[in-house]
């Protein structure tokens, strides 16, 4: 009877180990957040079937199981980060994940429901920001730009609310989960927030009700391109070419510029972060 366990035992680990490798050199699973990665992958679907690749789409919400499934083989590549987070993320959670290359940029923006005008701030009110430490240095910077606070000098991409070093209106700066930003704007419990472009089109936000955006011709916009992420040591996998080749295509650039209205912006880099022609 104990054989008997045993063996079953050893079938069921057999079958979960293969449940989580990919066998198939023209299967290409790739996790994304829903907007708007997945459905760009989704618009090249057919365009990879095609070349004889069947691309399977794994949407998340949030900005961690993409990449710990990715680590785990679960996935063989994900879209829905930018390479200052993709790095960070390898730094504190010991993963190894590189770039093939950039596809979009999308805008971070500082939204409010209940202000026309970044002029209308009061003092002391409570503004929001991702809490992830890129998007929240991202976020910094932005307020900085307009004006809003000042921070120490040289603190760039890795800011944090420690390097406040001007705060006219003692604003009360709050880092929160940024999926959940959007929300709690909506009820009311900040006068701003500034959110990811991903985050703001899954809430019905334009970005026209932005207060202030980032522009494509700042350095942000190179710097957090969106990319497409693979373990270290894949990049040459032919899936990959594929893959690339369909989603930096004029076919992709016309579908974001008609359907994201400028929240997100097409930017196509190689895989060191270098804008293509």
């Given at each position: 009877m104990k054989k008997i366990?045993?063996?079953?035992?050893?079938?069921?680990?057999?079958?979960?180990?293969?449940?989580?490798?990919?066998?198939?050199?023209?299967r290409i699973r790739v996790g994304a957040s829903s907007t708007p990665h997945a459905q760009i992958l989704e618009l090249v679907r057919e365009d990879l079937a095609a070349e004889g690749f069947e691309l399977v789409i794994s949407t998340f919400?949030?900005?961690?199981?993409?990449n710990l499934s990715l680590d785990q083989r679960e996935l063989d590549a994900n879209f829905f980060q930018h390479k200052p987070f993709m790095n960070n993320f390898n730094e504190t959670r010991g993963t190894d994940l590189v770039s093939i290359g950039g596809i979009h940029y999308?805008?971070?923006g500082i939204y409010s429901n209940t202000l026309?005008?970044?002029?209308?701030?009061?003092?002391?009110?409570?503004?929001?920001?991702?809490?992830?430490?890129?998007?929240?240095?991202?976020?910094?910077?932005l307020l900085e730009a307009n004006g809003l606070i000042?921070?120490?000098?040289?603190?760039?991409?890795a800011a944090t609310p420690n390097d406040?070093?001007?705060?006219?209106?003692?604003?009360?700066?709050t880092p929160m989960t940024a999926a959940l930003i959007p929300a709690a704007l909506a009820n009311n419990e900040a006068a701003l927030g500034v959110i990811n472009g991903n985050f703001a089109l899954q809430n019905g936000l334009?970005?026209?009700?932005?207060?202030?955006?980032?522009?494509?011709d700042s350095t942000a916009a190179l710097t957090y391109v969106n990319i497409v992420a693979v373990r270290r040591g894949?990049?040459?996998?032919?899936?990959?070419?594929?893959l690339i080749n369909a989603l930096q295509s004029q076919k992709v650039i016309d579908f974001i510029e008609q359907n994201f209205y400028g929240a997100v912006v097409p930017l196509f880099t190689d895989r060191n972060g270098n804008p293509l022609e």
């Amino acid at each position: 009877m104990k054989k008997i366990l045993i063996i079953g035992a050893l079938i069921i680990a057999v079958l979960i180990l293969n449940a989580c490798s990919n066998d198939n050199p023209y299967r290409i699973r790739v996790g994304a957040s829903s907007t708007p990665h997945a459905q760009i992958l989704e618009l090249v679907r057919e365009d990879l079937a095609a070349e004889g690749f069947e691309l399977v789409i794994s949407t998340f919400s949030d900005f961690i199981l993409p990449n710990l499934s990715l680590d785990q083989r679960e996935l063989d590549a994900n879209f829905f980060q930018h390479k200052p987070f993709m790095n960070n993320f390898n730094e504190t959670r010991g993963t190894d994940l590189v770039s093939i290359g950039g596809i979009h940029y999308e805008p971070l923006g500082i939204y409010s429901n209940t202000l026309n005008s970044l002029e209308g701030v009061q003092a002391n009110s409570r503004v929001l920001i991702p809490i992830d430490l890129t998007n929240q240095a991202r976020a910094l910077l932005l307020l900085e730009a307009n004006g809003l606070i000042t921070l120490r000098e040289g603190a760039g991409i890795a800011a944090t609310p420690n390097d406040i070093i001007g705060d006219p209106l003692n604003l009360t700066i709050t880092p929160m989960t940024a999926a959940l930003i959007p929300a709690a704007l909506a009820n009311n419990e900040a006068a701003l927030g500034v959110i990811n472009g991903n985050f703001a089109l899954q809430n019905g936000l334009s970005i026209n009700d932005a207060l202030a955006i980032e522009t494509k011709d700042s350095t942000a916009a190179l710097t957090y391109v969106n990319i497409v992420a693979v373990r270290r040591g894949t990049e040459d996998d032919p899936r990959f070419a594929a893959l690339i080749n369909a989603l930096q295509s004029q076919k992709v650039i016309d579908f974001i510029e008609q359907n994201f209205y400028g929240a997100v912006v097409p930017l196509f880099t190689d895989r060191n972060g270098n804008p293509l022609e």
